[in-house]
């Protein structure tokens, strides 16, 4: 139990366009979700909580303009990073809370931004 | 502001030997701690969770202990295998939020 469905698990795009990352919790409801990047050999850093029905908060230093999230179900939250750059090539993370298991995680999505 | 440590940050060990993970948090405040494996590339899979009331866990060969006073936990991987060759994360939360340690890559050589 208590699977979180990440995709895509990898995307290539060019400069300037948007992408959009799905998370997806399979067998339970996620009223909230996060969000993280994660830099090569570093640990997680967490980007914004996804509350369902309600804006996201974002950490400090995160430009919501840039990465807007939307959480319009109990079971998925997307994460579309806006005008991307090559800057923004990362690996990005999502996880939701299950009350009896505490954080499951997603597969991850690698961005590269070309 | 919760600050997450863990160390050694690197360990390579032969196969066979028993090891210690360490982690260390600053504010004791905490509702319970996670550790979690990251193969490269891959996302978290959750291997131990104690909750703030909570001395230790046990999963096989793994056990976590929790210390909330002192800020620490500790990993203790039994006769380790090449397949437990992996990244090692731990995390405690504050409130809402899972705060992330620095990790520990772990290396188990035949």
């Known amino acids: 139990g208590a699977v979180v469905s990440q995709h895509p698990s990898w995307v290539i795009c060019k400069s300037g366009t948007s992408v959009k990352i799905e998370c997806r919790s399979l067998?339970?409801?996620?009223?909230?979700m996060f969000w993280y990047r994660q830099f090569p050999k570093q640990s997680l850093m967490l980007m914004a909580t996804?509350?369902?029905?309600?804006?996201?908060?974002?950490e400090q230093g995160v430009e919501k303009d840039k990465f807007l999230i939307n959480h319009a179900s109990l079971t998925l939250s997307t994460l579309t990073v806006t005008s991307a750059h090559p800057e923004d090539s990362s690996f990005y993370i999502c996880?939701?809370?299950?009350?009896?298991?505490?954080?499951?995680f997603g597969s991850g999505t690698r961005l590269t931004v070309v | 502001k919760q600050e997450v440590t863990q160390i050694p940050a690197a360990l390579s060990v032969p196969e066979g030997e028993n090891l210690v993970l360490n982690c260390s948090f600053t504010?004791?405040?905490?509702?319970?701690l996670q550790w979690f494996r990251q193969d490269p590339g891959k996302g978290l899979t959750s291997l131990l969770l104690?909750?703030?009331?909570?001395r230790e866990q046990t999963s096989g060969r793994l056990n976590a202990s929790l210390d909330k006073s002192s800020g620490r936990s500790t990993l203790y991987i039994a006769a380790s295998q090449p397949g437990d060759s992996a990244t090692y994360l731990c995390?405690?939360?504050?409130?809402?939020?899972?705060?992330f340690g620095t990790g520990t890559r772990l290396q188990v050589f035949p």
């Open positions: 996880s939701a809370r299950d009350t009896r298991r505490g954080y499951t």
């Open positions: 067998d339970f409801q996620a009223t909230t």
């Open positions: 996804s509350n369902e029905g309600s804006k996201a908060t974002y």
């Open positions: 504010d004791s405040a905490i509702y319970n």
């Open positions: 104690i909750q703030s009331s909570q």
């Open positions: 995390a405690v939360r504050n409130t809402d939020k899972l705060i």
